[in-house]
């Protein structure tokens, strides 16, 4: 701020005070002072309408996070881990979620990111930070759920005023990433058309270009298996794939 004259009246229809002053970057400006504005000096008016925009633009990004983080439900033990790396194995599959990331940041493709290993071999873990990032660093969509609960949900439409089980497809098919946990452990025999379920589900998102990460304990030989051929069949295109086949990492219960 420059050049501030001193308030003179202001002569015209209303009767505010005015002050002259020279912005270094939008130049000289009269600037109105509201009696009520709080501004007792010149002030560079394109200056404060830049500042509430940023103000107004940052309010808006800090919403659409908290809509997003509550829409992911990502898992809350989780959410202070981080996924350690020490071997070159561990690297590896760092690297190849970083790469699944990098598709998803590129947009408009199917991709499947698949994982498979045994029990506590930071599957989720890793899951859930490649999901966090995809938040918070791309500010897109994403929900995490097992692939019974997801079952769960869409059948839950069916006693369910006001929800269809077009609606809850719908809805899972337009998170921009959909993470399915446990997608070995879905059974036909738990509820009927839960296979059929997945079957259309992964197919819609394939059909729209929505990526998605399938967590598996089962290695992918077997995975057709218990997720049938059709979803097995997508989850092999334009795949990455990340074989966790360490030790389990859990940490002991001190006893
Ligand atoms: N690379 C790692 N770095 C740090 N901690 C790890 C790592 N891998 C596993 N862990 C620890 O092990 C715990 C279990 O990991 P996680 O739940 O992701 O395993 P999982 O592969 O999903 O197992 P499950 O198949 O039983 O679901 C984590 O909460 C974390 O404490
Ligand atoms: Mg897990
Ligand atoms: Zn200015």
Known sequence: MEEVSSLTPFKAVINWPQAEGVCPTHGPSTALLHP????????????????KAKEVEEARKRERKST?????????????ERFEVATAAQKEVRLTVRAFRDLIAAG?????????????????LLACELARSV?????????????????AEIQAAYSTEGKTEEGELLRFTSYDLLVLDEVDAIRDSQSGNAKLLLTELVN????????V??????????????????????????????????????PLSAS
């Open 108 to 124: 408009g493709q199917w991709a499947a990111l698949v994982l498979v290993g045994g029990t506590g071999t930071g599957k989720t």
């Open 204 to 211: 819609r998102r394939y059909n729209a270009h929505k990526p």
């Open 68 to 80: 997003l983080d509550a829409a992911a439900c990502l898992p809350e033990r989780y959410a202070n």
């Open 135 to 151: 938040i918070d660093n791309l500010g897109l969509s994403v929900r995490y759920c097992t692939a019974n609960q997801m079952i």
């Open 213 to 250: 990460v399938a967590i598996s304990n089962q290695p992918l030989e077997k995975l057709a298996k218990f997720v049938g051929d059709r979803v097995f069949s997508r989850l092999q295109e334009n795949r990455l794939l990340c074989v966790h086949d360490w030790a389990d990492q859990r």
């Open 36 to 51: 009520r504005s709080g501004r007792s000096e010149w002030y560079c008016g394109d200056c404060a309408l830049e500042a």
